[in-house]
């Protein structure tokens, strides 16, 4: 009984304004969305990306293919348009697959290679020189990165909203304020004689 009065009288409270109630609810939405939605969306995310990434690596595993090859020639630089992944010089290498003739061709080389140095070539169904395919790491890497990155934005979106929300509570909240006081200060502001 007590509890039930106690709980009525909170409900009832004069000085409790509507604008105090909503942001109280407010509060109780955005913890709930930062603290299960947004882990929530950052897995799913990152699984739905872990299973196509997977998949990609599979299908360039499954049409790439490596040699060992010597390096004929002085790497020469090039420009490298993708990020630097270790292979910013192209060098003629040579290599021979068994029961056929030696191949060569113009093939990416790590930096520091030299002359004679025996190096991995990967190469896809056409023979084109290609980059290695990803491996596990690499996976997992762009798994994570993908599942923080939308967990982080999930999050930015939430207080973003939190931060315009309160700026329009605190607007509403100052003209309530100026209701009441126009009610209220005539009141207390009166001359007496």
């Given at each position: 009984?007590?509890?039930?009065?106690?709980?009525?009288r909170r409900?009832?409270?004069?000085?409790?304004?509507?604008?105090?109630?909503?942001?109280?609810?407010?509060?109780?939405?955005?913890?709930?969305?930062?603290?299960?939605?947004?882990?929530?969306?950052?897995?799913?995310?990152?699984l739905?990306?872990?299973?196509?990434?997977?998949?990609?690596?599979?299908?360039?595993?499954?049409?790439?293919h490596?040699?060992?090859?010597?390096?004929?020639?002085?790497?020469?630089?090039?420009?490298?348009?993708?990020?630097?992944?270790?292979?910013?010089?192209?060098?003629?290498?040579?290599?021979t697959?068994?029961?056929?003739?030696?191949?060569?061709?113009?093939?990416?080389?790590p930096?520091?290679?030299?002359?004679?140095?025996?190096?991995?070539?990967?190469?896809?169904?056409?023979?084109?020189?290609?980059?290695?395919?990803?491996?596990?790491?690499?996976?997992?890497?762009?798994?994570?990165?993908?599942?923080?990155?939308t967990?982080?934005?999930?999050?930015?979106?939430?207080?973003?909203?939190?931060?315009?929300?309160?700026?329009v509570?605190?607007?509403?909240?100052?003209?309530?304020?100026?209701?009441?006081?126009?009610?209220?200060?005539?009141?207390?502001?009166?001359?007496?004689?």
């Amino acid at each position: 009984m007590r509890t039930r009065s106690h709980r009525q009288r909170r409900r009832h409270n004069p000085l409790r304004r509507r604008s105090d109630v909503v942001e109280a609810w407010v509060v109780v939405v955005v913890a709930v969305l930062l603290c299960v939605v947004a882990p929530l969306a950052g897995t799913a995310a990152g699984l739905f990306t872990y299973d196509r990434a997977r998949t990609h690596a599979e299908e360039q595993r499954a049409e790439r293919h490596a040699v060992r090859a010597v390096v004929l020639g002085r790497p020469a630089a090039r420009p490298t348009v993708q990020g630097d992944r270790g292979h910013g010089y192209r060098a003629e290498v040579r290599w021979t697959e068994p029961g056929r003739r030696p191949h060569t061709a113009v093939a990416d080389v790590p930096a520091g290679t030299r002359a004679g140095d025996t190096i991995t070539v990967w190469f896809d169904s056409r023979g084109r020189t290609t980059p290695p395919p990803p491996n596990d790491v690499t996976v997992w890497q762009h798994t994570v990165a993908v599942g923080l990155g939308t967990a982080g934005g999930a999050a930015s979106i939430v207080l973003l909203a939190r931060a315009v929300e309160r700026r329009v509570a605190l607007r509403h909240r100052l003209d309530e304020w100026e209701r009441a006081w126009a009610r209220t200060g005539p009141r207390w502001t009166r001359r007496r004689a």
